[in-house]
């Protein structure tokens, strides 16, 4: 569209006057033509999808892994300040002087669990012990991989704040507990991972 300066029969500028510079009907067209956008907010799938995608070309290879990844939604972790940053490869403060860590660190960390580069699915990890919650986005993705999940924090807010995260996936594999993880958590020995 254009905008030129008009001016009144007295002599006065006036508001300007806008000129289409395409019919009406060609702009229906082309937005007949456009597809609706999908997969652009932070809930995507497609979000996930793309950082599982970089992932899986930085040398992630377990399936399971990179499923967990694909199915927990990260920036729900993060203060929502820092939000549009979730999917980015770079760790974040979660408060109290703690981060959430680089998706691809964590991702390598899952995979050493199963054992060094191996791809194949030969099951679970089993009953796995985190030693540190932080915000509870490991603890969340841990989950998905273990039969049970035992994730101690000593921190109480972050505790508190993994625990209210966590609240709404009501997932019965993960249990929180507000301990010193340096002496592990005994009532739920034997473990057959452990991460920290």
Same mark, same amino acid.
């Given at each position: 569209?254009?905008?030129?300066?008009?001016?009144?029969?007295?002599?006065?500028?006036?508001?300007? %006057?806008?000129?289409?510079?395409?019919?009406?009907?060609?702009?229906?067209?082309?937005?007949?033509?456009?597809?609706?956008?999908?997969?652009?907010?932070?809930?995507?799938?497609?979000?996930?999808?793309?950082?599982?995608?970089?992932?899986?070309?930085?040398?992630?290879?377990?399936?399971?892994?990179?499923?967990?990844?694909?199915?927990?939604?990260?920036?729900?972790?993060?203060?929502?300040?820092?939000?549009?940053?979730?999917?980015?490869?770079?760790?974040?403060?979660?408060?109290?002087?703690?981060?959430?860590?680089?998706?691809?660190?964590?991702?390598?960390? %899952?995979?050493?669990?199963?054992?060094?580069?191996?791809?194949?699915?030969?099951?679970?990890?089993?009953?796995?012990?985190?030693?540190?919650?932080?915000?509870?986005?490991?603890?969340?993705?841990?989950?998905?991989?273990?039969?049970?999940?035992?994730?101690?924090?000593?921190?109480?807010?972050?505790?508190?704040?993994?625990?209210?995260?966590?609240?709404?996936?009501?997932?019965?594999?993960?249990?929180?507990?507000?301990?010193?993880?340096?002496?592990?958590?005994?009532?739920?020995?034997?473990?057959?991972?452990?991460?920290?």
């Amino acid at each position: 569209v254009t905008a030129a300066k008009m001016t009144s029969a007295r002599g006065v500028a006036g508001p300007a %006057l806008i000129r289409p510079q395409r019919h009406v009907a060609a702009a229906h067209a082309d937005a007949g033509r456009r597809a609706p956008a999908a997969g652009l907010g932070l809930d995507s799938a497609d979000v996930r999808a793309r950082m599982v995608a970089r992932l899986r070309a930085e040398g992630v290879i377990h399936p399971l892994v990179l499923a967990a990844f694909a199915a927990v939604p990260r920036h729900l972790f993060v203060d929502p300040g820092l939000a549009t940053q979730a999917y980015e490869d770079t760790s974040l403060p979660i408060g109290h002087g703690q981060t959430i860590s680089k998706p691809s660190v964590v991702a390598r960390m %899952l995979e050493l669990l199963f054992g060094a580069e191996r791809a194949e699915v030969a099951g679970d990890l089993g009953a796995v012990l985190e030693i540190g919650t932080g915000c509870g986005y490991q603890a969340a993705l841990l989950s998905h991989l273990g039969k049970r999940v035992v994730s101690v924090e000593r921190l109480k807010p972050l505790h508190d704040k993994a625990r209210e995260l966590l609240a709404p996936m009501r997932n019965s594999r993960l249990r929180l507990v507000f301990d010193d993880g340096m002496r592990g958590h005994p009532p739920g020995a034997p473990y057959d991972s452990i991460i920290a």
